[in-house]
């Protein structure tokens, strides 16, 4: 893929600089999956489709609030560290494996980033003033919404890139969980979307 179809496929102007570095981010992600299995190896030879644009494809629907950008459980940085290299600010990564968090700082790096990468649990963490949070391919919408519980606020959009199964665990968040919802067709894959919720309170039953 290059940069023209890159920019088509997104409906934006991906500049050289940022393109550059998302060819850089590739390249590191080669080398290191070597040694530290960052994505499944059965993905390498279609790194641009499914990992780089399906994270990029989220850009348009960030804008730069004040608050911040938590990434859920980042594993090779997707999608925090694509949305970082486009001109997302005050990213935090989240990530409990060591080595992971070793790839992601090497990739900050390389790239000249500044985000915060947090080597920590989910549940550890506290984090104020979230406008957004993301998370790809870590656990089921119920699940995300319990780990983002304690530091999202009326206001936090949350965007998490699902596949199939979406709606059906749209139907089982909701069991615990009020919510807004809205699921907005992937550009990568039919099936896939991105659902985005806000306005997210725990579900409470009256007996």
């Known amino acids: ?8 496929r997104l409906s ?30 059965k993905t ?3 790194l641009w489709e499914r990992h780089m644009l399906d994270s990029a494809q989220l850009f348009k629907h960030i804008s ?6 938590v990434d859920l459980g980042s594993g090779a940085g997707f999608p925090a560290l694509v949305l970082s290299i486009m001109g997302i600010k005050n990213i935090h ?16 790096r390389k790239c000249g980033l500044s985000v915060n990468i947090v080597n920590d649990r989910i549940e550890d963490i506290n984090i104020d003033n979230v406008s957004f949070v993301t998370a790809r391919a870590l656990s089921s919408l119920d699940n ?21 199964k979406a709606e059906e665990e749209v139907l089982e968040a ?5 919510f807004s919802v809205e699921l907005i067709p992937s550009i990568i894959e ?8 806000q306005n997210v309170s725990r579900e409470t039953f009256i007996k």
Not at 190 to 197: A, F, L, P, Q, R
């Open 1 to 8: 893929m290059n940069r023209e179809e890159f920019s088509n």
């Open 12 to 41: 934006l102007d991906v500049s050289r600089e940022t393109w550059e570095n998302l060819c850089l981010y590739v390249e590191l992600l080669k080398k290191w999956q070597k040694k530290v299995n960052l994505v499944s190896p």
């Open 44 to 46: 390498i030879g279609n």
């Open 64 to 69: 730069n609030a004040d608050g911040s950008l």
């Open 93 to 108: 990564l989240i990530e409990s494996d060591r080595k992971k968090c070793s790839f992601l700082r090497e990739v900050a």
């Open 144 to 164: 995300l919404l319990s780990y983002s519980h304690s530091f999202i606020n009326d206001n936090t959009v949350c965007l998490f890139l699902k596949g199939q």
């Open 174 to 178: 909701k069991n615990n969980w009020v």
């Open 190 to 197: 039919e099936k896939s979307c991105i659902v985005k919720t």
